[in-house]
């Protein structure tokens, strides 16, 4: 009771935050833009190319869609302990710290407005790429928001976690990138891992986001009993305790 | 007692090695005094208020402070103290009537009533003319003053203060040792650390001098100055014959003790209208003239030669 009401304050301040923002709105909305329209058109030509043009427009976007939203759900989350490497400069976060609230609070307050912002973005990406010749069926559409949501608590758990440790932003930038980018190449995201060699594959097994990325497939093209799907949530949820529960404790521990 | 402390440590691992920033500290402050924590930069300070305020876990030794144990329930210690600290505390982008409800809010204090706080708050600290500005507008003073707002929101028994007036211009800063002294008045128990000199004179009930991590005198700044005694006695002259100046100084049965200080010789003595004269005598007869010569009473700044060897204003 007492943590959702702390998480419920410190969500609102932080959700404050983005909304006072125009620039932070502005890029919420055209980022994922970018996706759908510079690179879709592009992505849809090359896989069509590939199946000897059996690929049907919808089956082009069924694997693009799940794969960009996933993207975007790793580098929109994954670089936000900059804004708590400003907040701990300001003061904001040893002044909430002398407070009784919540330590998990503090945390969940930030990674939920996170969560929101995501799946606006995704939301928009989503009912965009229906006239593009996206379809799908709700419920598996919803549930794979939820995978989604997953990624976003898990790795803005995982960025503050971090932020708090290094407490610099020049530490923070290479750090992220340097992890951020593996993860994002061994996901196949961008193309399907069965064109990799196997050595390759092999890797990409140990990377969650790769999982994530064929769960998500596998909603968007309506079979939500592939094993993917189930094995994707039990992955993920399983990070995203054990980041969280890191992450609860920095909060709590941070020392200067 | 507000606080009561016993041998609180706490080192830091740096690269250079570990830093015992303070080894062993015996603290009490009571009920309803404004107590000063005074030392030079990095003398362990902030990070004794910082253990006290549970930010940092101590090492060792015992604290109770507001009737809670520290290491037991700091919890219970959260609840009962505000802090302030040196930095500052606000998100630039929010006005300060939101900073406060917010942080009453964070006391588990409900909406109204956060509300009514707030207000009362706003017209106490007089930042009702700009409450509903962003908290970058402000000035260094009116955001100290939000900061202070902040740490005794949800009325604590004891408010902790890091240095609430460095940086600020000298208007600023008597308004804040008057805002200090109200809430002494309304029976909030103050504990603040200062560098300043007169700030701990002025404005403090009880002090603690501090260096190097640890106490090193504890009293009322009259206490402290009266157990230096008699007289400061400063006489001007040139670097090459301070020496000479002391030893025949020294030798005199009225000197107390000496230090040289820059360009001249202080001198601490029971009674300095008495002895300048004999002062002046001795060192005419050894071929000295001061180009100076002040007597003052002891300052806290003489209390913290006579405890540590150095000037609190050469630290």
């Known amino acids: ?256 | 007692m507000m606080i009561e402390t016993t041998a609180l440590r706490k080192s830091f691992k740096t690269r250079g090695g570990t830093v015992d920033a303070v080894r062993g500290v015996d603290l009490a402050v009571a009920d309803g005094e404004i107590f000063g924590f005074l030392g030079p930069n990095g003398a362990g300070k902030t990070t004794t208020l910082r253990m006290l305020a549970t930010l940092i876990e101590p090492d060792g030794g015992e604290a109770t402070v507001a009737g809670a144990d520290l290491r037991n329930d700091p919890g219970e210690v959260r609840r009962r103290i505000g802090y302030v600290a040196q930095g500052g505390s606000t998100w630039d982008e929010v006005s300060a009537r939101e900073e406060l409800v917010l942080q009453a809010r964070l006391y588990g204090i409900g909406k109204a009533e956060a509300q009514r706080r707030t207000q009362r708050a706003l017209d106490a600290f007089q930042l009702t003319d700009f409450a509903d500005r962003k908290c970058k507008t402000y000035s260094g003073g009116q955001r100290r003053r939000v900061d202070v707002a902040l740490g005794i929101i949800h009325e604590p028994k004891i408010v902790f203060l890091d240095e609430p007036t460095t940086g600020l211009d000298p208007q600023s800063r008597a308004h804040m040792w008057d805002e200090v002294r109200r809430l002494r008045d309304e029976g909030v128990t103050i504990f603040l650390t200062t560098h300043y000199l007169d700030e701990a004179d002025a404005l403090c009930d009880r002090i603690s001098i501090m260096d190097g991590g640890e106490v090193v005198a504890e009293g009322t700044p009259e206490d402290l100055k009266r157990e230096i005694s008699g007289d400061v006695v400063t006489l001007g002259m040139s670097g090459g014959i301070v020496d000479k100046a002391r030893e025949v100084l020294d030798r005199e049965p009225y000197t107390r003790w000496s230090e040289a200080v820059d360009d001249g010789v202080r001198l601490y003595v029971e009674a300095g209208a008495t002895s300048i004269p004999h002062m002046l005598r001795s060192l005419d007869v050894a071929g000295i003239e001061p180009a100076s010569i002040e007597l003052h009473r002891p300052s806290l700044d003489d209390v913290f030669l006579a405890k540590t060897g150095r000037s609190l204003r050469e630290s």
């Open chain 1, 1 to 256: 009771m007492k943590l959702a009401r702390d998480t419920w304050l410190l969500f609102q301040r932080q959700f404050s935050l983005v909304l006072r923002n125009p620039v932070w709105i502005v890029v919420g909305i055209i980022q994922p833009l970018y996706y759908l329209f510079l690179f879709g058109p592009l992505l849809k030509k090359a896989l069509q190319a590939q199946s000897n043009g059996e690929l049907s427009s919808s089956d082009a976007y069924r694997f693009f869609v799940p794969g960009v939203l996933v993207q975007l759900a790793i580098f929109a989350t994954f670089f936000v302990g900059f804004a708590l490497i400003s907040e701990l400069r300001a003061g904001v976060i040893e002044r909430t710290r002398v407070t009784p609230v919540s330590r998990l609070a503090m945390l969940l307050g930030r990674s939920l407005r996170d969560v929101v912002t995501l799946l606006f973005q995704c939301a928009l990406i989503t009912v965009l790429s229906i006239p593009l010749g996206l379809t799908g069926r709700l419920g598996d559409i919803l549930l794979a928001f939820a995978l989604l949501a997953l990624i976003a608590l898990m790795l803005s758990s995982l960025s503050y976690a971090v932020a708090l440790k290094l407490r610099s932003e020049d530490a923070l930038a290479p750090l992220l990138n340097t992890v951020g980018v593996p993860i994002l190449l061994l996901s196949g995201i961008l193309l399907p891992l069965t064109y990799a060699p196997h050595w390759l594959q092999n890797t990409a097994k140990f990377n969650p986001f790769s999982w994530a990325v064929d769960g998500a497939r596998a909603l968007f093209n309506g079979n939500p009993g592939d094993p993917n799907v189930w094995k994707s949530l039990v992955i993920l949820s399983v990070l995203t305790l054990l980041s969280v529960v890191w992450a609860a404790r920095s909060f709590a521990k941070s020392v200067r």
